[in-house]
């Protein structure tokens, strides 16, 4: 696992939270939910092939 995908995650938190407070004071809250929505569907995906890979890693080292 690269520093550079905790990076990209930080980059979108940041964008997310600000997107999402200048939406809330302009009175789109809706569109402010899905925008953290959004952020964190894409995180998770950015995330998925790493979790996947500590399984497999955590199933071939309690097979032994």
């Known amino acids: 696992m690269s520093i550079t995908i905790i990076f990209k995650i930080a980059a979108v938190g940041i964008l997310v939270s600000v997107l999402s407070q200048v939406l809330r004071h302009s009175g789109r809250e809706e569109q402010a939910f899905l925008t953290s929505l959004a952020g964190l569907l894409i995180v998770l995906f950015w995330i998925i092939p790493y979790i996947s890979e500590l399984f497999q890693t ?7």
């Open 58 to 64: 955590m199933q071939e080292l309690f097979s032994l």
